[in-house]
């Protein structure tokens, strides 16, 4: 069984066309991420949602807009993509402990996007 | 500005030594410290997690210190082995927040 799944796992589309990655998490996590790692394999976060409330909110265009329809999915849709959004975008999930702090992250296979 | 730095060279040792990664940081009040394992094409895995109350950590061949004064981590694999080839991303989780940030990782090659 797949603790956090990513669908699709390789993406490859046009400049300016709409995408959308989706990602489910079967642990009953609170918390789901985006991070996006580029070439330089820098892992960065986009964006947090806890029970399905958006709690971060990275310095990422407008053009990214995620969506969590419950707290075991977290979808990420693109408008407008543009050469520089190629990059492999994860998703991960965790659970916030007693201390109201976030716990250890579960991090999905990955979505490999390229924008021609 | 706030900072995580790691060795951003690959470190390259022999089968059977003790590999020893750094993790340096500033102006961040950690709640704790994880060390996580990536594959090429694979999505980081969790190894190991240390509180800022805590100075080792210790999981079989894997042992982690981190040293709040001087904010650092060391994250070390003794008896090393060809399969531990791999990136390793520190990552640090702030007191009071929901954010980790990571570090840019540091590919280890252990050689037969």
């Known amino acids: 069984d797949t603790a956090v799944s990513q669908t699709p796992k390789y993406l490859v589309t046009q400049m300016g066309n709409d995408k959308s990655i989706k990602c489910e998490q079967n642990?009953?996590?609170?918390?789901m991420y985006w991070y996006k790692q580029d070439s330089k394999k820098f892992l960065k976060i986009m964006f947090s949602?806890?029970?399905?409330?958006?709690?971060i909110n990275e310095t990422v265009p407008n053009r990214f807009s995620p969506k969590s329809p419950d707290k075991a999915h977290l979808n990420l849709h693109i408008n407008s993509l543009e050469l520089g959004d190629s990059a492999v975008y994860f998703c991960?999930?965790?659970?916030?402990?007693?201390?109201?702090?976030?716990?250890?992250?579960?991090f999905g296979p990955g979505t490999r996007l390229l924008v021609l | 500005s706030q900072k995580i730095e790691q060795n951003s060279e690959a470190l390259n040792i022999q089968e059977g030594k003790t590999a020893t990664l750094t993790c340096n940081y500033t102006?961040?009040?950690?709640?704790?410290l994880q060390w996580y394992r990536q594959d090429p094409g694979r999505g980081p895995v969790f190894l190991l997690l240390?509180?800022?109350?805590?100075k080792e950590k210790r999981k079989e061949r894997l042992k982690v210190t981190f040293d709040t004064t001087l904010k650092q981590s060391l994250f070390h694999i003794t008896a090393s082995q060809p399969a531990d080839s791999a990136t390793y991303l520190c990552?640090?989780?702030?007191?009071?927040?929901?954010?980790?940030?990571f570090g840019a990782g540091t590919r280890l090659f252990v050689k037969a």
């Open positions: 991960a999930s965790s659970q916030v402990g007693l201390a109201g702090v976030q716990e250890t992250q579960y």
């Open positions: 949602y806890n029970n399905k409330e958006l709690i």
């Open positions: 990552a640090l989780t702030v007191t009071g927040g929901f954010k980790t940030i």
């Open positions: 642990l009953g996590h609170d918390t």
């Open positions: 240390i509180r800022e109350n805590e």
């Open positions: 102006n961040y009040s950690p709640a704790y």
